[in-house]
């Protein structure tokens, strides 16, 4: 039996995946050959963290969406419990 996962991590999955490729590219982007890491190193940590600043955005808008809907949950449920309490109207 699977558990329902997390939404945040279900909002941030496509921006984490692309961070993991990000770090991929960088990690290929340096190459094989020891000698020239030194020479490769600059522009691929560039191209690392430009990737990585494409993601900001994007991730930024899916956790403030799953943020408002938690707390607009909690707060339909907290005037749901404080509606119980008030008298009924005559």
């Keep these: 039996m699977m558990s329902t996962p997390n939404p945040a991590l279900v909002a941030a999955a496509p921006s984490l995946l692309a961070a993991i490729q990000a770090v991929r590219t ?35 808008q899916a956790e403030f969406g799953v943020v408002t809907q938690a707390a607009d949950a909690r707060l339909a449920a907290a005037e749901a419990e404080l509606q119980k309490l008030v008298p009924p109207k005559s």
């Excluded at 340096?30 to 600043?53: C, H, R, T, W, Y």
Aim: hydrophobic letters at 55%; glycine letters at 12%.
């Design 26 to 60: 960088f990690i290929a982007n340096l190459g094989s050959d020891p000698m020239q890491v030194a020479l490769k190193f600059p522009g691929a940590l560039q191209v690392l963290i430009g990737n990585l600043e494409l993601q900001i955005p994007g991730l930024a």
